[in-house]
């Protein structure tokens, strides 16, 4: 009971704050689509923003993340502090002056990147400026780089809800860098909003550098690669690149593919937006515990408590799959009213709604699982074991390729620009079920049957719940409506009452799961878990 009130609270106050950041990043994105719309120039914006930003997760947010906090975690119950703290100080430079190199080889071989990442040609309409502001928006993953790390130290002593709100920050700079007062002073709205997003890097990581002096960080200069510490951490980053941030690999192998001639002008904006839409949901819960349930691994798998760890991932697969399967129906039957209420404005027009909803039809399938691999690859993590997750995301990546190359060659007049998108469940599907297998030989039961119990119940709620959803939908006529007011208040409509009905349906089912988040939330006497010498701050 205490764990699992650790990791509800935990997940609650990044919850809280993330759908704050993600209500932001939706306002965001609809500006960007305001202004672009599915253009060439929206395709080049997307594309030069994507590689930089893959960059970032897989060195930052994915790789430096799972990395770094098993090893900080053995240090924090292990050393004593001022060894905590010589670590830390290392790392950050030696990370500081990597970041550096990478950046700088980014900003000058930018049209060498787009060479590598896309079947775009120069002299194609979004060549010229997706290479120029490639160049503008490289730089963002340097900031963005010491920002992770700087949000892995303080989630290790608890605090999840400063770092979990440093992506406002980003997104309120791109937004003021889409106001005509601003974007006036720029040769494009492309430019500068390019600008907004390296200004926004920066401050994401300013905004985290008081919270680390608070907890003893001083930035004492100091690089070394021998450094036990940092040996264990580059040990685990070269790997990491591949095993947690396989997902965010996958979805660029569909924007590399979308950018194909054979693909309709818009498919990287409708694809990218989809996969916006599809996080705005994910990130909302699946991502905060996630996010909450790494450092508790990786402190009960230092402790040899791994029955306790065991039982940290089987719970937090259920309370997961209890949020993102009733939200990948109602993706899958609203998916026109999500797309054309939230962002048919201004460039981005019926012909934009209809490419996005296409990929988002897609995508919302693999919603499972790619919530699920987020805590799966975290559980091989806080062992040590980082071998298992790269070769399986070889595996997915493999698939992924040859899935997309069939799908564009032999099923693109089915699939058309949705292909990528099927491509990528079908992956994360493969990465999800090997993982979990593998899992299981290696550690022993996790109470698969209650999983699939658990799975079973939320899958007819939400059944029953989209089977109403799409009649009320009918109902409702809402393809009849042309304007904005109508629409969004049968989508308000039906939105509410899908949520009630799943909650209703899955009360009547006894989901374990909403009686525990029930019970712990009601209950605020039950101690929550500590974790020796670390601060409960969240």
Not at 205 to 219: E, N, S, T
Not at 303 to 321: C, D, H, P, Q, Y
Not at 331 to 350: D, N
Not at 496 to 512: N, P
Request: with cysteine.
């Amino acid at each position: 009971m205490n764990q699992k009130k650790q990791i509800l609270k935990s997940a609650s106050v990044i919850s809280l704050v993330t759908i704050l950041s993600r209500i932001l990043g939706y306002v965001r994105d609809q500006r960007i689509t305001l202004l672009l719309g599915t253009t060439p120039t929206a395709d080049a914006f997307v594309l030069a923003y994507r590689i930089p930003s893959l960059i970032r997760r897989l060195v930052g947010e994915g790789a430096v993340t799972a990395s770094f906090i098993p090893v900080f975690a053995n240090y924090l119950n292990n050393k004593p502090r001022e060894e905590v703290w010589e670590f830390a100080h290392r790392l950050f430079w030696t990370l500081a002056v990597l970041l550096a190199a990478i950046t700088m080889l980014g900003s000058v071989f930018s049209s060498q990147f787009m060479h590598l990442f896309t079947f775009f040609a120069p002299g194609q309409p979004a060549w010229e400026q997706a290479v120029y502001l490639n160049r503008i928006m490289f730089p963002y993953i340097y900031f963005i780089g010491l920002s992770a790390l700087a949000m892995a130290i303080l989630n290790c002593f608890h605090v999840f809800g400063t770092p979990a709100a440093t992506p406002v920050l980003l997104n309120l700079s791109i937004i003021a860098s889409s106001v005509a007062a601003v974007s006036r002073h720029f040769s494009s709205a492309a430019v500068s909003l390019g600008v907004g997003v390296l200004i926004g890097g920066a401050l994401q990581f300013l905004f985290l550098v008081p919270q680390l002096v608070r907890r003893g960080m001083r930035f004492k200069f100091g690089l070394s690669l021998r450094h036990e510490g940092v040996r264990s951490v580059g040990g685990l980053l070269a790997p990491g690149f591949f095993g947690i941030g396989m997902a965010q690999i996958n979805f660029f192998v569909g924007t590399i593919f979308a950018t194909s001639s054979r693909m309709p002008s818009g498919s990287v904006t409708a694809l990218y937006v989809a996969e916006r839409v599809m996080e705005l949901v994910m990130g909302g819960y699946a991502i905060a515990v996630a996010t909450a349930i790494l450092p508790m691994m990786s402190h009960q798998a230092a402790a040899g408590a791994m029955e306790e760890m065991k039982s940290t991932l089987a719970f937090s697969l259920r309370i997961v799959s209890f949020i993102t399967i009733p939200a990948a129906v109602g993706l899958v039957v609203m998916r026109e009213p999500v797309i054309s209420v939230l962002f048919q404005h201004g460039e981005f027009i019926a012909e934009s709604t209809e490419l996005t909803t296409r990929a988002l039809f897609y995508y919302a399938f693999g919603l499972p699982a790619f919530a699920a691999i987020k805590l799966i690859v975290p559980a091989f993590y806080s062992t040590h074991d980082m071998r298992t997750p790269v070769r399986v995301a070889a595996w997915s990546l493999g698939l992924n390729i040859v899935l997309n190359a069939l799908f564009l060659r032999w099923f693109f007049p089915l699939l058309g620009n949705g292909g990528p998108a099927v491509a990528t469940v079908v992956a994360a599907y493969f990465n999800f079920f090997t993982l979990f297998v593998v899992f299981r030989l290696h550690f022993g039961r996790l109470g698969t049957l209650d999983i699939l119990a658990s799975l079973a119940r939320s899958g007819a709620s939400a059944g029953i719940m989209g089977t109403l959803c799409w009649m009320g939908l009918h109902v409702s006529h809402f393809e009849t409506h042309a304007r904005f007011l109508p629409r969004l208040a049968i989508f308000g409509v039906l939105l509410v009452g899908a949520t009630a009905i799943y909650l209703l349906l899955a009360w009547a089912m006894r989901c374990d799961e909403l009686s525990e988040i029930y019970g712990i939330a009601m209950n605020p006497q039950a101690p929550a878990a500590g974790l020796a010498g670390l601060s409960q701050e969240s």
